[in-house]
């Protein structure tokens, strides 16, 4: 219980850090579910499970994954590191927070070992869970208390140590920030991977805090709140995608509106007469009628593959498409035996139907958001 106490004490109001107070420092208690979060597993608390697995299609989610686990390894070495040379003078450092402490890092340390080997990989629930902030707690601890050591001159090695720490920790986590914009572009970020962000990072903002007292290099990463500030500031996937939807949709309309006067042109002046094999309109309206066969088919394909529409999308689509292919089949026949503007309608509607159908390809041709995670 003393443990328990330096622990939330060390993560209390002293630094405006309340809100990422961890229930207990036993392995099991870290793991255990808090308030409103989805907890590490107990047994094996960062690779994946059956159920919540990052799947391959994810790959956002998956690179902020790798590359908060190589964050995370930067923090277990600074308190490695640090811990060989202050364990002297640290104050609560009774054995049972120790040996806890310890045994925590050492779970970690395995299963960070298990998923860069490529044996498994992450969880989403890594992603989600705040229980890690037990091992930013520990480092920034150690930090603070190095820094404080007024009789220790400023070349000391181990301050020389500790800005190394501090410049590994600083360098990932522009890194990770970069990854974290991604994955909020692409709509997969959720408010509990949100949470488990800043846990590390206001412990990383504290930590500068505490550093800039003393010499050192410029800061590379953002803090807390301008990551905030330049997500807020970033366009998601969903509003990128809305801009470009409603440009083509607004050429696409606009386009077959300004095609009426012609069309009503071209069959005022017609000789409304069937036409014949002969006639060179005929050939040039095969040809044309080819052409939209073939682009239709180029839709198709992707189409028959798999796309991301919405199975009642898809069906309609499909009429569509077999409605122009229709058209397009019947035009040159229409020439021949119907007064030739007819022919004409029909291969402008094909036309329509596979400029309409490679609209709806290109505005799905992206994963949708909320597919990337596969109960598996």
């Known amino acids: 219980m003393p443990a328990q106490r330096s622990r939330r004490s060390d993560y209390g109001e002293r630094d405006g850090l309340e809100s990422l107070q961890i229930r207990g420092v036993v392995p099991s208690a870290c793991y255990a579910p808090a308030d409103g979060d989805i907890a590490l597993e107990r047994a094996r608390p960062i690779v994946k499970s059956q159920t919540w697995r990052i799947s391959r299609e994810s790959k956002d989610l998956q690179d902020l994954a790798y590359s908060l686990i190589k964050l995370d390894q930067e923090c277990i070495n600074g308190i490695e590191k640090m811990g060989t040379e202050l364990h002297f003078g640290m104050p609560n450092q009774d054995e049972d927070a120790t040996s806890e402490t310890d045994a925590t890092i050492k779970q970690f ?127 998601s996937s969903s509003q990128t995608q809305s801009t470009i939807a409603f440009m083509m949709w607004s050429t696409f309309i606009v386009t ?74 019947a035009a040159p026949g229409f020439y021949l035996y119907l007064p030739t503007e007819w022919s004409s309608f029909l291969n402008i509607i094909a036309g329509a139907i596979q400029a309409f159908a490679t609209l709806q390809i290109a505005l799905t041709a992206e994963t949708l958001p909320g597919r990337h995670l596969k109960r598996e």
């Open 109 to 235: 340390i395995a299963d960070f070992r298990t998923i860069m080997s490529g044996e498994h990989g992450p969880s989403i629930k890594y992603l989600r869970s705040s229980s890690l902030g037990i091992l930013w707690v520990e480092v920034r601890r150690r930090i603070r208390y190095c820094m404080n050591l007024h009789s220790v001159p400023a070349n000391d090695p181990t301050i020389n140590n500790t800005k190394k720490i501090i410049s590994a920790l600083d360098e990932n986590a522009s890194s990770v920030a970069k990854t974290v914009i991604r994955t909020f572009e692409s709509e997969q970020l959720d408010d509990k991977m949100l949470e488990a962000l800043r846990v590390r990072w206001l412990n990383l903002d504290s930590i500068h805090g505490t550093f800039a007292r003393n010499t050192h290099p410029k800061r590379k990463s953002e803090s807390w709140q301008e990551l905030m500030d330049r997500i807020s500031q970033t366009p």
């Open 256 to 329: 077959n509106i300004l095609t009426l006067p012609t069309v009503a042109l071209g069959w005022q002046y017609s000789i409304h007469k069937t036409g014949t094999t002969k006639d060179s309109d005929f050939w040039f309206l095969l040809q044309s009628c080819g052409m939209a066969l073939l682009n239709l088919f180029t839709v198709a394909l992707p189409m028959w593959k798999g796309t991301n529409l919405p199975k009642a999308s898809s069906t309609i689509l499909w009429i569509f498409m077999a409605a122009g292919a229709i058209s397009a089949i």
